[in-house]
């Protein structure tokens, strides 16, 4: 399996490489367009992200419980935009050391 901080560089990496801002991303990752990142929706992300087959769904639940605050199994914008910001802020501390 691979690590946390693997998964999250990732991740990370999709975003800035490939989406002008979170909010991007998100309208990207959106499929279906209601708004709100379903587990689905999660694990396409982590797919092109390059997370193996094997662990996306795993991955996605965790993130996913990490993430949703008001526990409907979706990421809501401000959800989602929260895990970016924290995920940006997770990365970025650990190359400055
Ligand atoms: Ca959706
Ligand atoms: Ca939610």
Redesign the pocket.
């Known amino acids: 399996m691979p690590s946390k901080k693997e998964i999250l560089t990732q991740v990370k990496e999709l975003i800035v490489n490939n989406f002008e801002s979170a909010e991007a991303a998100m309208e990207f990752f959106d499929k279906n367009g209601d708004g709100l990142i379903e587990k689905n929706e999660l694990k396409n992300l982590l797919k092109e992200s390059g997370t193996g087959r094997f662990f996306r769904g795993i991955v996605a639940g965790k993130m996913m419980g990490g993430l949703?605050?008001?526990a409907?199994k979706?990421?809501?914008k401000e959800?989602f935009m929260n895990g970016i910001s924290a995920l940006m802020k997770e990365i970025d501390g650990e190359e400055e050391e």
């Open positions: 949703d605050k008001d409907d979706k990421l809501n959800e």
